[in-house]
């Protein structure tokens, strides 16, 4: 069960702590447009400029997913399609710019300047204005101008190599490290920290926001434990990383799979004492001679039992023992359904705003938008009229697309 909220549901005048901020978002795929949300998500206006088909511009995450209602990354926009190849587009652009607080982009180092969009020319037009870049490598460096992934960003931080079970290959954890962690919510952070920069100087500024530096700065923990002599490199040897037996994922009997991690030891004692493993000394835990046979005996202890019996037997205590949920499931479970933890809008099951603050509460704006379905609007807020906006429709430099589904 979830939240159901209006398809027209807009943020209420005030709502959210971002309120008053407007955001240009050049549209693109993966971390830019989950920094675009989270700023939308807080309250910002964000107006995102997608490409008309034949026109300049980057392939939007629209013509990669076509993912209409569910493009749940795209959701709280208006949506302004221009043709960048053409001085007018261009203009338009530099005319929202003028006005607004914030620019994020996520194209590769230079292409912004080709566009006649770059740094110099907005901060410009708008000393205030806080120019966002998300790229993979960074604006600089021998890989800036390489094409890569977050599976790509993420091997050469260090990450990658770290995550995975001994003996086997390094498992991809989604695209979570690199796009979202240390790319979209980097660029998110970066952002509301210039804007704070822009209310003491009233300069704006650039913030590079490099997949590649996030991924490292996600790593901080375990490169400081590394250099005292408490992580190895040998994958699933280490406490945090399936090495130790009391920080693992383990298979019920009825093929579901539950998450162990009493790291205390009060909480270890605990997971002993409810399972009825009464023959090992709880002291013993971060001996690793014994990891091996504590190894055995949790897995055949979870592996006599359901998942539910599992969830049940330690309910009322702090053992640290919690089902894997499947993103089926993770809705319903009661603990995300009293917190409001995930919303349902246009049938699209979808996580909520976050993270949660008490003066200036948060809900979803606007749907994911059409690619220019907010063109109009957009264009008579910079004072242009029917006739201009008319103009600009016929000479192809504006348009819309309908690809929702």
Not at 49 to 54: A, E, F, I, S, T
Not at 180 to 209: C, I, N, P, W
């Amino acid at each position: 069960m979830t939240t159901d909220v209006a398809p027209e549901a807009e943020p209420a005048p005030g709502a959210g702590p971002l309120d008053g901020i407007t955001v240009i978002e050049m549209s693109g795929i993966g971390p830019g447009p989950f920094a675009g949300m989270m700023l939308a998500d807080l309250g910002a206006t964000v107006i995102r400029v997608d490409r008309l088909p034949g026109g300049g511009g980057v392939l939007s995450s629209r013509g990669l997913l076509s993912a209409g209602r569910a493009d749940v990354c795209s959701r709280g926009r208006r949506s302004v399609a221009v043709d960048l190849k053409l001085a007018e587009g261009v203009e338009l652009v530099l005319k929202l710019v003028e006005s607004a607080d914030v620019l994020i982009e996520g194209f590769r180092p230079g292409v912004m300047e080709r566009l006649g969009l770059g740094p110099d020319i907005c901060l410009g037009r708008n000393p205030r204005l806080v120019f966002g870049r998300m790229t993979g490598w960074g604006q600089h460096g021998p890989l800036a101008q390489s094409a890569g992934h977050d599976i790509n960003y993420i091997a050469l931080s260090g990450a990658l190599a770290a995550i995975g079970r001994t003996s086997q290959t390094p498992v991809p954890p989604l695209n979570l490290v690199g796009d979202y962690g240390g790319g979209g919510m980097l660029l998110a952070y970066g952002v509301v920290a210039a804007l704070l920069s822009v209310g003491r100087t009233g300069a704006g500024q650039v913030v590079d926001a490099a997949m590649v530096d996030g991924a490292a700065l996600l790593m901080a923990q375990f490169y400081g434990m590394s250099a005292i002599g408490r992580w190895t490199e040998e994958r699933g040897t280490n406490l945090l990383d399936t090495g130790a037996p009391f920080y693992d994922v383990y298979p019920s009997s009825d093929g579901g799979f539950l998450s162990v991690g009493p790291l205390e030891p009060a909480f270890f004692a605990i997971l002993l004492e409810r399972l009825g493993i009464l023959d090992i000394d709880p002291e013993s835990q971060h001996d690793v001679r014994s990891w091996p046979v504590l190894r055995l005996r949790l897995a055949a202890e979870f592996a006599s039992r359901t998942r539910g019996a599992v969830e049940e037997l330690f309910a009322d205590v702090d053992g640290c023992v919690f089902p894997v949920l499947s993103m089926s499931e993770a809705p319903r479970h009661p603990h995300n359904v009293a917190r409001g933890t995930f919303v349902t809008r246009d049938d699209v099951v979808q996580p909520a705003p976050a993270p949660r603050f008490s003066a200036t509460p948060t809900r979803l704006g606007l749907p994911p938008p059409n690619v220019g379905e907010h063109t109009e609007a957009v264009l008579a807020g910079l004072g242009l009229s029917p006739d201009e906006v008319r103009r600009l429709h016929e000479a192809g430099v504006v348009g819309s697309v309908d690809i929702q589904s």
